[in-house]
């Protein structure tokens, strides 16, 4: 006869096995949501540029709201151009232009434009839906 001991035991194995394998499964495996619809990419490793400021940097990390395996391949295959060009909007900004939200919305903006101006060049694809900044730090 199994004590409650042994069925508890039994249970949390259960949990601590069987639930991170059906939760990568659900996931499809990636964890960036669904390969032909909505979904986030995250263009890593994070942003990190000098400002114009002697001793002060900008560290930015953007997740990329994309729709289609079209925009996520181009993504990839634009990594080089993308990375240079968001490099060079970022770096060499006074911290003054960086202070308050409408600000930072505004570099947001000028991200998002920068994105669909290396996209359309080179692979002609329209559909990067949005940018977001997820760490954004000045110091």
């Known amino acids: 006869m199994l004590t409650e001991v042994s069925v508890r035991t039994f249970f949390l194995i259960f949990i601590l096995l069987i639930m991170p394998a059906l939760s990568y499964a659900n996931s499809g495996g990636e964890g960036g949501g669904d390969e032909t619809g909505i ?4 263009i890593t490793p994070k942003f990190t540029v000098n400002l114009a400021e002697p001793r002060k940097y900008l560290l930015i990390n953007l ?3 994309v729709e289609g395996p079209e925009i996520r391949e181009a993504v990839k295959k634009n990594m080089p151009a993308i990375k240079h ?23 947001r903006q000028e991200t998002l434009d920068t ?7 080179s692979d002609k694809v329209k559909n990067l839906q949005d940018v977001f900044f997820t760490e954004f730090l000045i110091n």
Do not use: D
């Open 39 to 42: 979904g986030y990419m995250e």
């Open 63 to 65: 997740q990329l709201l």
């Open 85 to 107: 060009e968001l490099i060079m909007l970022f770096s060499g900004r006074p911290i003054e232009s960086l202070q308050t939200v409408e600000q930072r919305e505004a570099l």
């Open 115 to 121: 994105l669909h101006k290396v996209l359309e060049k």
